[in-house]
Nanobody, 127 residues
Framework: QVQLVESGGGLVQAGGSLRLSCAAS????????MGWFRQSPGKEREFVAT????????YYADSAKGRFTISRDNAKNTVYLQMNSLKPDDTAVYYC????????????????????WGQGTQVTVSS
């Protein structure tokens, strides 16, 4: 089991940047695929990005491609989401997620593929 704690959210102007962090408990962080999701009021939680166990594979939502970068540091049990060129549409609660994905990481993963979730961190982008 793993526990996840997000940080780094806040208020930023359009065009600005934020880096979210997600710290994981336990000594088996490197055995988990990690992901970032977001949820805006009245909308379903949507996929943003995911990264494989040793950072060899990443997938992004179309809305994140070219602006967001997911990375991880297995020595620090932490996954990051660097967000650049932020837009008001990026306003949401951002959630970190983890799963062992013993069958492998594939394109098109969604929220049902992840077993563990953090509490979320609010990102607000003003116009």
């Amino acid at each position: 089991q793993v526990q996840l704690v997000e940080s780094g959210g806040g208020l930023v102007q359009a065009g600005g940047s934020l880096r979210l962090s997600c710290a994981a408990s336990g000594r088996t962080f490197s055995s988990y695929v990690m992901g970032w999701f977001r949820q805006s009021p009245g909308k379903e939680r949507e996929f943003v990005a995911t990264i494989s166990w040793r950072s060899t594979t990443t997938y992004y939502a179309d809305s994140a491609k070219g602006r967001f970068t997911i990375s991880r540091d297995n020595a620090k049990n932490t996954v990051y989401l660097q967000m650049n060129s932020l837009k008001p549409d990026d306003t949401a609660v951002y959630y970190c997620a983890a799963d062992r994905m013993t069958n492998g990481l594939r394109a098109g993963v969604g929220r049902d593929d992840f077993s563990y979730w953090g509490q979320g961190t609010q990102v607000t982008v003003s116009s």
